[in-house]
């Protein structure tokens, strides 16, 4: 009896000894091992193909110190938690470097030799006071540097709002030590994207400088930038990739200038639009608003003619299937058809530059049209619905109802392409002349024709017909959509300025210069920073149901027409001294008017609430699913699962 008594116990305190020795042994090996199983939908915690290709192509052992805070009270908890994310990544890298990659971490405390580590591998401390977390004076940090021989790169704050950007910029500070050498881009710009004078503030007085905008110091980090004036006449031979934006008003000599530098070999990324967003927002008054809205659409003419595109600066694209939410003036925000939220089903996902690009949005943009000149293979990387249609830019730049006539072309239309191939010139003749010299050039041609010989020009070099090989030249009807407001959220973070990208606009640009110019590895681990996932079956019910709006509304503005011809038409019939006074036929016919008016209207609104319906009742569908379905499906699992065990149990 007394053994049947201790029995169980003996086998339960040695079963629980076991089971505490078991999961003892998981975690130091789990600690040890770090793996973790990602469930994600897409694999946003898990490194990714260009990280490895990277960390693979590895020739010198990387260094990474990371600078953390230690202590219980030192760090506010959410920043806690995101250093020991960091810290689990970087032992991911050091894995998968294959032991290239070494991690080292210190802890900067105050007046130690960590800390003076820390600044001169060019990590700042932060001053923290929010809340009385931490006392004005104290400072924390969280950064790390990797260095490889005598090359170093530092991320002087690791912000936990780019949390889906930290492998990429890990993985590009590691290619940047490992292969220093930079290439050079140049930027022709009719924007002022190198930073320029407030116009508010010079009319005021003063004379505050804006920044530069923001995609120019990402370029930066990876590549040269070089400036190239809009009157060039002549791309440097050191160029690789030259970033033409905006365009407006280019000369026929730099349109030469930009074909011989694609037919010796350049490749290049044009932004063209008919309508920039920034340029009308930016001019000094109406009067220059309205003209800029007119004219100041940008393209490359001669060159576009000669491989064989189109593009009208005269209209821009609407589109219902894409569009944006947007706030004019006082009113609340509106749908807003010219301007463009693209999702995945207008992006090529077999292009490497956009494969993982899911979001891009683009403002008053034009539409290439056209078929490319013999030689030239294009490749369209973003695309309207066939539910679009060019609407007159005038009309959509002054907040004018771009769908009262909408027809919807029943076509996709390119907004970006590549053109590959053998391209061939634009100026057959040579380069365009026939401009007046200044007083200036004058005077010099008079001091070389006194110096003689010596003095005399060089002769100018061939002028090339036709590439050597094949070139690239990508096309964008865009050029807003690289604006900071277009495209990334800038935000002061104790004293550090941090950007943060809510579309992938920014992403875009880097992966086509990168494509061309640089480690194309790096194009997917910032691809996938970005995640957007719009309610596109939200989208479609809409345009549905705005479709039969618009034609109840064409309806009723043909019965207005209708019914004030007609009254026209009696009132003409009138004696002269007879007009002012309403005939019955008039009061009929008017009575007729505002009872179709009565009628329409309550069409209209009932199409408005089915169409709320429908989406509230998508909207309560989602919710549930989100909600109530997956605990009820882990219930049912789980009871089941019983259920099975104590039949088994049962049958014992």
């Not at 008594?5 to 003892?24: D, N, Q, T």
Request: proline residues 4%; charged residues 25%.
């Amino acid at each position: 009896m007394t053994k049947n008594k201790w029995g169980p116990l003996v086998y339960s305190g040695v079963g629980v000894a076991a089971m505490f020795v078991i999961l003892a042994a998981v975690g130091v090996i789990g600690n040890t091992v770090k793996k973790r199983i990602d469930l994600t939908a897409d694999r946003v915690y898990t490194l990714s193909e260009g990280t490895k290709k990277i960390l693979g192509g590895l020739k010198s052992p990387v260094t990474v110190n990371f600078y953390c805070t230690q202590g219980e009270n030192e760090m506010p908890i959410p920043l806690k938690t995101y250093a020991k994310r960091v810290e689990d990544l970087l032992d991911e890298y050091r894995q998968a470097s294959g032991g290239k990659i070494q991690i080292r971490k210190f802890d900067p405390q105050p007046d130690s030799d960590a800390e003076d580590a820390a600044r001169l591998d060019g990590v700042e401390g932060q001053n923290l006071s929010d809340g009385g977390l931490i006392s004005l004076g104290d400072r924390i940090y969280l950064g790390l540097a990797v260095s490889c021989i005598d090359q170093k790169a530092a991320i002087p704050f690791l912000d936990p709002s780019r949390e889906r950007l930290l492998e990429y910029d890990l993985t590009r500070a590691i290619a940047q030590v490992n292969n220093p050498q930079k290439a050079t881009v140049g930027i022709m710009s009719g924007l002022p994207v190198f930073g320029q004078m407030n116009p508010m503030a010079m009319r005021m007085g003063g004379g505050q400088q804006q920044e530069p905008w923001v995609f120019l110091s990402e370029l930066k980090r990876d590549f040269n930038v070089k400036q190239v004036e809009m009157t060039a006449e002549a791309i440097d031979e050191d160029i690789g990739v030259l970033l033409v934006v905006h365009p407006s008003g280019v000369t026929d000599k730099t349109q030469y200038a930009l074909d011989q530098f694609v037919l010796r070999g350049g490749k290049l990324i044009a932004l063209l639009d008919p309508l920039s967003v920034f340029d009308s927002r930016n001019s000094m008054n109406m009067q220059n608003m309205l003209q800029r809205a007119a004219s100041g659409g940008s393209t490359l003419e001669k060159l576009l003619k000669a491989w064989g595109l189109e593009f009208d600066v005269a209209k821009v694209i609407a589109d219902k299937n894409y569009v944006t939410m947007v706030r004019r003036g006082t009113g609340g925000p509106a749908p807003e058809p010219t301007w463009l939220s693209l999702t995945p089903e207008a992006i090529d996902a077999n292009d490497v530059t956009t494969a993982q690009i899911d979001s891009v949005l683009l403002a008053g943009a034009g539409v290439f049209t056209g078929t490319p000149a013999a030689g030239l293979k294009q490749t369209v990387l973003l695309r309207t619905s066939a539910n679009s249609q060019p609407v007159d830019k005038m009309m959509a730049q002054f907040g004018g109802d771009t769908t009262k006539d909408f027809s919807p072309s029943g076509k996709e239309q390119a907004l970006a392409l590549r053109l590959e191939g053998k391209f061939k010139t634009a100026f057959p003749d040579g380069k365009p002349g026939g401009d007046t010299k200044s007083e200036d050039d004058a005077d010099e041609d008079a001091e070389k024709k006194l110096e003689g010989e010596a003095a005399k020009e060089k002769p100018a070099a061939a002028s090339l017909k036709e590439s050597a090989r094949d070139g690239v030249v990508i096309l964008l009807g865009d050029s807003d959509f690289i604006y900071d407001q277009f495209c990334v959220q800038v935000q002061n973070f104790l004293g550090q300025k941090l950007i943060s990208p809510f579309n992938g606009n920014l992403g875009l640009l880097q992966n086509l210069v990168e494509q061309m110019l640089g480690d194309s590895n790096l194009i997917g681990v910032r691809s996938r920073a970005v995640q957007n996932r719009p309610f596109t079956l939200v989208r479609k019910i809409q345009a549905q149901a705005e479709e039969q709006y618009r034609a109840r509304i064409k309806q009723l503005e043909q019965d207005l027409q209708d019914a004030q011809q007609k009254i026209s038409e009696l009132q003409r019939g009138k004696e002269t001294n007879q007009r002012f006074i309403l005939s019955k036929e008039q009061q009929d016919e008017i009575k007729r008017f505002h009872q179709k008016e009565a009628e329409a209207k309550r069409e209209l609104k009932e199409v408005r609430k089915q169409l709320r319906r429908e989406i509230d009742a998508l909207e309560t569908r989602l919710k549930w699913v989100n909600i109530a379905a997956m605990p009820f499906l882990v219930t049912v699992a789980g009871v089941s699962l019983a259920m099975v065990k104590r039949k088994k149990t049962a049958a014992k």
